[in-house]
C-alpha cells in the first residue's frame, strides 16, 4: 500500500456541498466500486471473445445463487447468499486480482485483501462499514451455509466458462487436470450434487484433452 | 423474434449426456445469460472510458439496495429487491436495450420485453420459469416496495455516472434538463430523501450547462 492518500473517483467531479454527509459518503463508494468493472481475470466469457472482469463475474455468481441453491446440503438464505457473492470480490478493486492457479501470488492474499477491505469498506458510514467488514469476512471464513454456497459459486462458475471455452484457464501451463479437483472441492463442501457436476465436467474435460493428465513423476 | 429456433451459447459445446436433467437446464441457463455481459448501455463507466453493459449495471443496482435501503420511504427486504435488480435487465439478452431518452423505441418495449421474458425463462425447469417470470413481473409492476425501490436505482445508477462524466447522457441532442426530472421522477416513488438529492445532482448539472435548459417555444 502507498502512503499517499489514495485519489477517489468521486474527487474528480465532487458532489455539491450541500449534499447530506451520510448520503455523500454512501454515493462516494458507489462511485468508487465502479472499479470492480475494470478488474480483469482470467476466465473467457462464453459469450464474448474477451476475459471476463469483476462486476460481471459478480453479478453471474449472484444468477446461480438464485438458480442453483436448492442444491445445497443445508438450506440456505438466497437473499444472504447473493449479498455475499456481490462483494466478495470488492476488495480486489484494491488488491487486484489473484488467479486460482497462481501459488505465489496467493501467498499474501490474506493479508493484501483484508488491508483493501479496511481501506474501501471505511468510505463507507461507520455502522455500514462494520456491516460489509462483517459480510466480506463471513465469506472468507467460510463458517455458515450461505458463505460456504457463496465459495461453491466462485468455483463453479468459471469451470463453466473454462467448459464453455473448451479447456480456458485448464490450459495454464503447469496445470493438470488433478489440480484443476483439488481447487475445485470446495464445491464439495456446499452440494454433493454440483460437485458431481462439476467432477463430471472435470473428468469429461480430461477425457477430451481440455487440460492436462499428470504424467508419471509429476 | 425470428421463427427459426434460437441457437443457444450451450450448444456450441454440449454437457455430457449423462448430466442430470434438471442440472441440465440451469446450466444451459446460466450460460446463456453469459449474454448478458455483451448488451451495451449509454452510459459512460466513472472508473474506465467505455460503454458500461447491462451485467456490470446490474450488479451496481445491487450494491446500491444494500447501501441505500435504509432511505426507501416503506421498509424493503434487501434479499429480495437485490433479486429483483439482478434480473430486471435480463430479458435485454433477446429484446436489446432501449435507451431511457429514446421514446420510439420505448412504445414496443413491454411487448418485446414480455416475449424475451418468455423465450429465456423457459430454459429453465418449470417451476423456476415461473419464479423468475413472478419475479421479472414483479420489478415491471411496480406494486410492492422493493419493486419501486428496484426501479428506483434504475434510475439512480445512471445519475451518478453523468454526474462523475459531467453529463454523460444527459448531453443526448434534444434533450431538457426537465426531461430528464421527468425521467427520475420514479425515484420519488421509492424515496424522499434520494429523489431530493437526485434532484440536486440534476439542477446543478443544469446550472453548470451539463444538461440544455428548455428554451422558450420548446
Not at 497462481?102 to 483484508?114: T, V
Amino acid at each position: 500500500m502507498d502512503d499517499e492518500p489514495r485519489s477517489l473517483l468521486a474527487d474528480k467531479t465532487p458532489f455539491p456541498d450541500d449534499l447530506d454527509a451520510r448520503l455523500r459518503a454512501q454515493f462516494t463508494f458507489l462511485v468508487e466500486v465502479d472499479r470492480l468493472k475494470t478488474v480483469l481475470r482470467q476466465s473467457p466469457l462464453a459469450a464474448a471473445d474477451r476475459r471476463e472482469n469483476d462486476a460481471e463475474h459478480s453479478w453471474h455468481l449472484a444468477m446461480m445463487v438464485a438458480v442453483l441453491a436448492e442444491h445445497a446440503d443445508e438450506p440456505v438464505d438466497v437473499g444472504h447468499t447473493v449479498q455475499l457473492v456481490l462483494l466478495h470480490d470488492l476488495v480486489e478493486i484494491y488488491a487486484g486480482d489473484t488467479p486460482l492457479y497462481d501459488g505465489a501470488a496467493g501467498l499474501d492474499q490474506e493479508e493484501r485483501g483484508a488491508a483493501a477491505a479496511d481501506e474501501l469498506f471505511a468510505l463507507l458510514p461507520a455502522d455500514q462499514t462494520r456491516r460489509m467488514r462483517a459480510l466480506w469476512d463471513e465469506f472468507e471464513e467460510r463458517r455458515t451455509p450461505e458463505a460456504r454456497f457463496a465459495k461453491a459459486m466462485d468455483r463453479l462458475q468459471p469451470l463453466l466458462l473454462n467448459w464453455m471455452a473448451r479447456g480456458g484457464t485448464w490450459r495454464t501451463p503447469g496445470v493438470t487436470a488433478d489440480d484443476v479437483r483439488a481447487r475445485k472441492a470446495l464445491i464439495g463442501d456446499a452440494s454433493g450434487p454440483l460437485w458431481a457436476a462439476a467432477r463430471r465436467l472435470i473428468d469429461e474435460g480430461e477425457a477430451r484433452g481440455w487440460s492436462r493428465s499428470a504424467a508419471p513423476g509429476d
